[in-house]
Each structure stands twice: as structure tokens, then as C-alpha cells.
């Protein structure tokens, strides 16, 4: 399966810490996407980084790609209680390939 | 806004009866999916669909079946339920044929076999 992993499973941080995620996949991709997820609710998309690219910001997010290491990672700075979700990296081939998610919970 | 809507949040069916989980997206997007999320598991992909009346299955489409007869419209059908078939099932669509367009995602539909 190309289905991507994110490590750890799950992170508790202080609010205002930041917080790390990784993702590692297995093949060839011509993009990697990051996803949020609130509890019980459908998926929200975050970013994109596509393939020839190293690194990518938006707003409090800053996303990296090791296309050699066929990983990952997810960075969310400044972290809220509202960023308390599941987040997901997801990468494209024939169909796009979900992780497993990493739950980050974010204490006040 | 891109909007997705699924037909039901919450659904308690019993097994062996026939379920429809209705999506409908309002952004005239080509691509439409069925996933189901399982804790432990991540999202699969069930199904998706990238016209009209076309259809591909995902990693496991055993026990589904879909209808997209609708450009706005894509159903999964469960045509005899089965307890393993208890899941949170998304739709999701997306604008473009090909991996690197984003999908936008319904609220989830949590189905209960008993």
C-alpha cells in the first residue's frame, strides 16, 4: 500500500508550544497534501507542498518535504486549544492515499 | 464555499438490510469518493467516481456498491449490511481528474450495523 504513516500517533503539548508531525510514505509522489480533522467531522484541508518543492508556509503552518527520505512533517507553531484535532498527510499516485493521523491534543 | 453534504449523520440499520448514504456537492466538481475511517486504520478509499455514470473501485469495495447518475450526486449503497460495515463513511469531492487538486470533505455519516 502507498497509504502514508504519521508519527507519533498522538502528541499532547501546553498551549503556546509547538508541535511537530511527521509523515513518511512509500513511492513516488507528485504531491503531498496535509488534512485536519475535528472530532467526529469530515476532513479540512491545509496544505500542499507538491514534489519539487522543500518547504512550504501558510499562516502558522510550515510544512517540509524530504522527497529522498520519502517524508514529511508538519509544523504548527504558537499552538491553540482550537488546533486540538487529528491531522493527516495524504499523497497522490493513481488515488490519493491517506495516513493514519497523528491526534494532537492541545492543553489550555 | 465549496460545500459536501451527506444525507445523514448518524444511521442505525440492521443487518442485512439495503443502506443509501447520499452525497451531494454544490461546486460542479468531476470527482467524487467514498471513504470509510476506522480507528487504527486511516481513511480507505471505497469507490470514487470522476464523471457521470463512471465509477472505480478503491481498496475495498467488497460489500459496496455505488451510483453517480448526477454530476452533484454520488451514493454508496451497502446492499446487505453487516456488522463489519459499522464505520464513519466520508464523501469527499474534488475539481479535477488527477491526485494534486484538493478534496473537500462532508460532515461524515456514522453508521451503526447491529
Known amino acids: 500500500s502507498q497509504q502514508g504513516e504519521e508519527d507519533p500517533q498522538a502528541l499532547s503539548i501546553q498551549e503556546g508550544e509547538n508541535a511537530t508531525m511527521n509523515c513518511s510514505y512509500k513511492?513516488?509522489?507528485?504531491?503531498l497534501q496535509w488534512y485536519r480533522q475535528n472530532s467526529g467531522r469530515g476532513l479540512v484541508h491545509l496544505i500542499l507542498i507538491r514534489s519539487n518543492e522543500r518547504e512550504k508556509h501558510s499562516g502558522r503552518l510550515r510544512v517540509t518535504l524530504d522527497t529522498s527520505k520519502k517524508s514529511s512533517s508538519l509544523l504548527i507553531t504558537a499552538s491553540r486549544a482550537a488546533d486540538t484535532a487529528s491531522y493527516f498527510c495524504a499523497t497522490d499516485g493513481n488515488q490519493f492515499y491517506f495516513g493514519t493521523g497523528t491526534s494532537l491534543t492541545v492543553i489550555p | 464555499d465549496v460545500k459536501v453534504t451527506q444525507s445523514s449523520r448518524y444511521l442505525v440499520k440492521r443487518t442485512g438490510e439495503k443502506v443509501f448514504l447520499e452525497c451531494v456537492q454544490d461546486?460542479?466538481?468531476?470527482?467524487m469518493f467514498w471513504y470509510r475511517q476506522d480507528p487504527g486504520l486511516g481513511l480507505r478509499l471505497i469507490y470514487f467516481s470522476y464523471d457521470v455514470k463512471m465509477k472505480e473501485k478503491g481498496d475495498i469495495p467488497e460489500g459496496y456498491s455505488v451510483s453517480r447518475e448526477k454530476k452533484e450526486r454520488f451514493s454508496l449503497i451497502l446492499e446487505s449490511a453487516s456488522t463489519n460495515q459499522t464505520s464513519m463513511y466520508l464523501c469527499a469531492s474534488s475539481p479535477r481528474v488527477g491526485g494534486a487538486e484538493t478534496q473537500y470533505f462532508g460532515p461524515g455519516t456514522r453508521l451503526l450495523v447491529l
Open positions: 461546486m460542479d466538481h468531476e470527482n
Open positions: 513511492t513516488s509522489i507528485n504531491n
